[in-house]
């Protein structure tokens, strides 16, 4: 007589601990994907962050100085004196009306300037003018800011230059951005 043998349904021990282990190699490659992917994209977004931080503040510079009447040595926008110099900028813009034509005999004033790490435009606009008055943040990752002028005599400019500086730590690498533009006054 043949004797049965019975058959367990299950698995051995050995077959379950090549599982656990491929299933384990197989979660740490991933984890390390997500990792990667993580700081890949970290370090996009800083690099768009400080490029596009830089390109709108140097913009708005370029924008404003080639509507200029003159660069002014001083004014008081919103209760505050700003001062031409190294780190600020203060221009004199004829008022624009609604059409897009000057207004004869109003002007608007615009000051550029850094404070910490950021890069502000404060307007001060005639009651004639479309355009707004009062102050908008340019860049919050502000490194540096520099205004040279192609006279010592800022109010004798014909042209003047804007270098900014931006900049961003992300998953410990530093992604930094700069853009240099001179800009030629065209209403002077």
Request: hydrophobic share 45%.
């Amino acid at each position: 007589m043949m004797r049965r043998t019975a058959h367990r349904a299950g698995f051995t021990a050995v077959e379950l601990l090549v599982v656990i282990g491929i299933a384990g190699a197989i979660g740490a490659a991933l984890m390390q994907l997500f990792i990667s992917f993580g700081t890949t994209v970290a370090s996009q977004r800083a690099a768009v962050e400080t490029g596009s931080s830089a390109t709108i503040l140097v913009d708005d510079v370029r924008d404003a100085t080639l509507q200029a009447t003159a660069v002014l040595s001083s004014h008081a926008l919103s209760g505050t004196t700003f001062t031409t110099g190294t780190t600020t900028l203060v221009l004199s813009l004829p008022s624009v009306d609604a059409s897009g034509g000057t207004v004869a005999g109003a002007y608007d004033y615009v000051a550029f300037y850094a404070s910490g790490t950021s890069a502000y435009k404060t307007t001060d606009a005639s009651g004639a003018s479309v355009r707004t008055s009062g102050t908008n943040r340019l860049s919050a990752v502000l490194e540096a800011l520099a205004f040279s002028y192609s006279s010592a005599d800022v109010t004798q400019a014909t042209y003047l230059t804007v270098s900014a500086t931006t900049s961003v730590a992300a998953k410990g690498a530093t992604t930094t951005s700069s853009r240099t533009e001179r800009i030629y006054l065209r209403n002077i």
